[in-house]
Each structure stands twice: as structure tokens, then as C-alpha cells.
């Protein structure tokens, strides 16, 4: 980009970044600009580039002290962060989902560099003194504009700006190498390959279809792997404890060494930079910009849980004990952690009437695809239209152009990515790859959504099958998609799902609750025999079986919030050590000596340190808005569309609790979470 001037078109700097783009920019809309088919050389060469010019922008800033204006100081900087995000989306993103090793490899790398640079200029004080020389001049802002410079200066300020030079150097340094290590951490998770191998009686309890769909060895034994749908079931459905127990060792046992040591090198980073700061730990730096407001609201709040819960909890856990007793020793005294799963679904089975096995059979992928889109066009008042000859990073992966249904305008796209491969970022999760804003020539960004799960993939004889869980994880990571999708801020800062990192979940498990009502239910389900949709009966007996181990399934998560919460009010920790303290005092569960789980807690190392509790937090207003404003119109239009324009259009343009209350017409209550959770 050498010799582009920054008031060039995004267009132009795309092209001369990238080459030829999909889709071109035109007053008033705009397409995709994201491309799928990089060569390792070609990122590493983009890169570059992006880097110089992100380089250039800032220099520019820094150099317009003297006369501060928005056009001089903020307007370069929103303009190169929708440049920067489109363009990085397309460096890192194959990262977590190309086929090709070298792809990825070169996509790790321009992670790398990236984040490098984004840490350093973003601790740039000479841009920070244009800041504040901008807002000591009191300019006249729209909103968003207003937010944007409060923001800025308060991250600066979060970054030790307006301390002396050597605090800043010392936190500049800190933030690179706690940037380095959460790549690090999350491509060892990637790229793990942990496999193990057993006989068909040692995976007593699972079904044919799973079978037709492993590898085998050339002794004839089975290959799993830790994914999604091999570890699932068999730690579910197997009836061998043996081969439960070797998973789960195998499983939390994944990146061990590399792992453990790198998050309890952040752990150490995080408290150190909050201590220069001027905050007593990080969970106090993390939360003060959050909802909960401190980290002694976020104690209270779960360990006030925690207390609720426990009473459920002890029942749920003896009815398991008494299973134990009777499938395998009457000795029994204890639930192992390979127990858990195995049991939960036992409780189910025989409590409920509930075999996911059956269940599982209504629930053909494609079908259950089909009826998501549905309900989620009906709802929110949108259109999807499948785009097959658009090009992806896989075979697997299709896209899908958004329309309002009304005006029939393009508002935006998504991709999904169903299953597992090799390489393939291995949990679900939605990445905002373009965000919607307002461009300087007029025009708006249409933004970019891409789901990624690791769904069972078809057998020969079969179609691929969805556990109930997995549509319930689908219709979460689709409501991130959505959030996405529907935005319609001016500036990209605030797109999306750029929220309080404990609201972010809320539209995502608001939506959840659909996959607990029959209408719903019904129209995603088609027997992959018959083609009946699930029958009321069954129908009727899973929702009864909603509230099957709430207690315990609540206080697994409760567990790793209060161990987020405790590494991160501490100056250096034993993860390991602490996790199984936890576990055990929260969950009366011993882990396994030499595992530790958090040596795979991706959460920690990508974004959600200190605020795990998030979950928990923002399921608390889920649960109120969908029992407040959605439960028994599931499919209402004007609902669905108010909810639209009251939240998710706003993305993080106002505060949470602002949008939270606008659209519940009073402060929001914890009445419908706890009876959710059987606790009322």
C-alpha cells in the first residue's frame, strides 16, 4: 500500500491489497470483499501490506495534535478499522478452517503479526494525546460519534496511556505477549490430534450409525478422536467405564504441558498489568467495564447460586449414585468424572422416558436446517437465499445471501460450516467476519457471519443425525449470526455483537428457548425413516425433561466461572491444582490425577478471562426476556421484529442495560431464570 493515499477509496485499498475482491463497493450498499482462496504467500504479502498502512494511518493521527477535529483524528481510525477487519478476516479466519496445513500455518502467522501490531498501536501516546486534544476541544459529536471518542480514550487510558513512560512500556510489553500466548494457546487446541483406539465391545452402547462413520486400524480397532462427535457419545451412550474413563483422560489431558504453562503465564501477565494500572487484581480491571461493574458483584452473584443450587444439586447426584450402585458395584460411593455424562443421560432415559438415541432419529441435519431458517426468517422478518456458486474455504461450508423480507434489501450474509476435519477450530462458534457500518461515501458495509460447529457428519446408509443438544447449539450460535447480521450502526466499533462481554450471550440463549417448544420443535424434526415430525408424546416428555440435572448441569458452569473468577484475583496460580480443588467443593467431583481441564479452556486464553461468568450473567436477562415478551409467541412477527430494532440492530451503539430495559419496559428480574433452573 505504499504510495495509497488514506482518503482512497475502501475499494481501491482492498484491490491493491488483495487483488480482485468478491463483490465490489457502490454507493449505497455494499457486498462481500472477502476472499477464500489465499496462497500462504499471498497472506503473508497482505499482511505486509495492511500492516504498513495501518502504520501510515496512525502516524497521520499522531501528526494532527495541533488541530484536533473528527475528521483529523477519529474519522482515519474508523475507517481503517473496517479496512483492517474485513482485510484480517480474510488472513486469519482459515486459520480455524482450511483444509490445507500450510494455509493455516500461514494464517496463524498473520495472527500473529497482527495482533503484534494492533497491541502496539494501540499503546501508540502520541495518538492518545490527539485523543484527548480532541476531546479537551469539546467538539460538537453526533451519539455514536461521542461514544466512539469516550471509548477510545477510555481504552487508551486501560492501556496505561496516561501514565509515565516507563509503566507504559512495561504494559505494552505485557499486552504483546498475553496477545502471542492466546494464539498460541487456541492453535495448540487446533491442532491437536489425540486419538485412541478401541475394540467394538469396549464401546458397548453406542449406536450403528456411529460406527459406519470411524476409521479403523489394522488390527481392526476404532478410531475416535477428542471431537465433538466422538467424545459425546461415547461418553454418553458407552456402558464400558473403562473406555469412559480412558476418554476423559484423554480429553482433559489435551495440550497439557503447553497449555497449563501458558495460561498460568497470562494469569501472571494479567495481575501484573492490573497492578500498574492501579487495580487491586484483573477481575476488578475486566469488570469495571461490564455490566456487574466489579468483581465483588460477579463473587456474590455466583456464589449466591451456587448456594440455591446445592440443594438440587445433592438430589440429582444420589439418584446418579443410585444408577452407579445398580449398573455397576453396590459399593459404590462416588461419581467419577467419566461418570457424568454416562449417568445425566441414564437419569433422562429412565426418569423422563427420554433415549436421545430415538430422539436423535427426528432430527436429519438438513431438516432441522430447514426449519431454523424458517423460524428465524419468520421471527426476525427476514429472507435467506442459498447462494451455491459462491465460493467458500470448503466444500463443506455454504453461504447464504440475508434480505428484510418486507423491503427485499440485501442486509447482509452468513456462511455455516457443519462439521469436523482435521485442523478445523473443533467447539462452535460464530465469527463476525465484515461488519455492518456506514461507509465515508455514503454507502453501507453489509455484514458477514460464519458459523463454525463440528455436527456428525452423514454414514453411508444414513444422513447425518443431531442430538437434541446439538439443535440447541445450533439455534445459539445462529442467534450470534443473527445478532451480526441485523445490525445497523453507523460506525463498525459498535457492530455487531460489539457488546458487553456479559450481554453478548443473551441474544444467543434467549434463543435457546425455542428449541424447548413444540411448534418449534415440530417443524425441525422429521423422522429420518417415516418423515413424522417428532409425536407429542415425545415432545412432552423431552420438555418435562428440560429441568433433568439443572442443578448439576448449572453448577458445572458455575464451577468454571468461579475458577475463571479465582486464577484471575490472584497474582500467580496452580491451575491443575486449583480446578480439582473447585471441582471438588462445587461439584463433589475429584478430577483424575494428572489431567487438567483447563489446559483446554479455549475461553480463557480467547477473550473470556474474568468474565465466564458471563454466561451465567446474561442467562439470568435471557430468561426474562423470552418469558416477559416471547413465551407462548414464539413466531410473532412484530415481536420478533421490535426485538430487532430494540437490540439487535443497536449492537453495543447504547449500554446493555439501556437496551435491556427498552425492550422489557421495566429494570429486568431474575424470577424466570430460577424457575427455569427448577429453583421456584
Not at 407 to 413: A, D, F, K, P
Not at 561 to 573: E, G, P, S, V, W
Not at 595 to 609: E, I, K, P, R
Request: hydrophobic content about 40%; glycine content about 6%.
Amino acid at each position: 500500500l505504499q504510495g495509497f493515499k488514506r482518503s482512497m477509496s475502501v475499494t481501491r485499498i482492498m484491490a491493491g491489497l488483495l487483488g480482485e475482491m468478491q463483490g465490489l463497493l457502490v454507493k449505497g450498499s455494499a457486498s462481500r470483499l472477502l476472499r477464500w482462496n489465499l496462497s500462504p504467500d499471498a497472506i503473508a504479502a497482505a499482511t505486509s501490506s495492511l500492516s504498513t498502512h495501518s502504520k501510515i494511518v496512525h502516524d497521520e493521527v499522531a501528526a494532527s495534535v495541533s488541530s484536533p477535529s473528527w475528521d483529523s483524528v477519529c474519522g482515519p481510525l474508523c475507517e481503517l478499522e473496517v479496512l483492517s477487519h474485513v482485510v484480517s478476516s480474510s488472513l486469519t479466519f482459515p486459520a480455524h478452517v482450511s483444509a490445507d496445513k500450510d494455509i493455516r500455518a500461514a494464517s496463524v502467522e498473520a495472527e500473529k503479526l497482527l495482533s503484534a501490531q494492533e497491541v502496539e498501536l494501540a499503546s501508540r501516546h502520541d495518538v492518545y494525546l490527539a485523543f484527548q486534544a480532541l476531546a479537551d476541544s469539546k467538539p460538537q459529536l453526533e451519539a455514536e460519534q461521542q461514544r466512539y471518542l469516550d471509548r477510545c480514550l477510555r481504552n487508551y487510558k486501560r492501556k496505561g496511556l496516561h501514565l509515565e513512560e516507563s509503566a507504559r512500556s512495561e504494559i505494552l510489553e505485557i499486552n504483546k505477549q498475553i496477545s502471542q500466548l492466546g494464539i498460541k494457546f487456541q492453535n495448540n487446541l487446533s491442532e491437536d490430534k489425540t486419538k485412541l483406539y478401541f475394540t467394538k465391545d469396549q464401546l458397548t452402547g453406542l449406536s450403528a450409525d456411529f460406527f459406519e462413520g470411524l476409521k479403523t486400524d489394522s488390527d481392526g480397532k476404532y478410531e475416535v478422536t477428542m471431537a465433538y462427535p466422538h467424545y459425546f457419545p461415547i461418553t454418553e451412550l458407552c456402558s464400558v467405564p473403562q473406555t469412559r474413563q480412558a476418554m476423559d483422560f484423554a480429553y482433559n489431558t489435551r495440550c497439557l504441558e503447553e497449555n497449563t504453562q501458558i495460561l498460568e503465564e497470562l494469569v501472571s501477565l494479567r495481575h501484573r498489568r492490573a497492578q500498574i494500572l492501579g487495580y487491586p487484581t484483573h477481575a476488578a480491571f475486566v469488570t469495571e467495564e461490564r455490566m456487574a461493574k466489579s468483581a465483588e458483584t460477579v463473587q456474590t452473584f455466583l456464589n449466591d447460586l451456587n448456594d440455591r443450587l446445592e440443594p438440587l444439586a445433592a438430589k440429582e447426584r444420589a439418584a446418579m449414585l443410585a444408577l452407579k450402585q445398580r449398573e455397576e458395584s453396590a459399593d459404590a460411593t462416588i461419581l467419577e468424572p467419566w461418570d457424568q455424562r454416562y449417568y445425566r443421560n441414564l437419569v433422562k432415559k429412565e426418569q423422563y422416558q427420554v433415549d436421545h438415541e430415538v430422539i436423535k432419529q427426528y432430527f436429519p441435519l438438513e431438516k432441522v436446517l430447514k426449519g431454523l431458517l424458517e423460524i428465524y426468517q419468520e421471527l426476525l422478518g427476514l429472507e435467506f437465499v442459498a447462494m451455491p456458486e459462491e465460493p467458500t474455504w470448503h466444500k463443506d461450508a455454504k453461504a447464504f445471501m440475508v434480505k428484510d423480507s418486507d423491503t427485499q434489501e440485501v442486509i447482509g450474509y452468513f456462511y455455516i460450516d457443519l462439521h469436523p476435519r482435521e485442523g478445523k477450530y473443533s467447539h462452535a462458534a460464530c465469527w463476525g467476519l465484515q461488519p455492518a457500518c456506514e461507509l465515508k461515501d455514503g454507502g453501507r458495509l453489509l455484514p458477514v457471519a460464519a458459523l463454525v460447529c463440528n455436527f456428525p457428519e452423514p454414514t453411508p446408509t444414513k444422513p447425518a443425525l443431531l442430538a437434541h443438544s446439538d439443535v440447541e447449539t445450533f439455534f445459539h450460535e445462529f442467534g450470534h449470526g443473527m445478532h451480526q447480521i441485523c445490525s445497523q450502526t453507523k460506525l463498525s466499533r459498535f457492530a455487531g455483537t460489539a457488546v458487553e462481554r456479559d450481554f453478548v450471550e443473551l441474544p444467543s440463549q434467549m434463543l435457546e428457548f425455542w428449541v424447548w417448544e413444540k411448534e418449534a420443535l415440530q417443524r425441525m424434526s422429521a423422522h429420518v425413516e417415516t418423515g413424522e415430525p417428532l409425536p407429542d408424546e415425545l415432545v412432552d416428555t423431552l420438555i418435562k425433561a428440560k429441568k433433568a440435572n439443572a442443578g448439576l448441569l448449572t453448577k458445572r458452569q458455575l464451577h468454571f466461572a468461579l475458577f475463571d473468577q479465582t486464577i484471575h484475583t490472584r497474582a500467580k496460580a496452580d491451575t491443575a491444582q486449583l480446578f480439582a480443588e473447585l471441582s471438588e467443593s462445587v461439584c463433589q467431583i475429584k478430577p483424575a490425577p494428572g489431567t487438567n481441564f483447563a489446559a483446554g479452556f479455549g475461553h480463557l486464553a480467547g477473550g473470556y478471562d474474568a468474565q465466564y461468568y458471563g454466561y451465567m450473567w446474561s442467562e439470568v436477562f435471557a430468561a426474562d426476556v423470552y418469558a416477559t415478551r416471547f413465551k407462548g409467541h414464539i413466531l410473532d412477527k412484530t415481536i420478533g421484529k421490535e426485538y430487532r430494532q430494540k437490540v439487535l440492530a443497536r449492537g453495543g451503539s447504547v449500554d446493555a442495560e439501556v437496551m435491556l430495559k427498552d425492550f422489557l419496559g421495566r429494570e429486568p428480574q431474575m424470577d424466570a431464570f430460577l424457575a427455569d433452573k427448577g429453583l421456584v
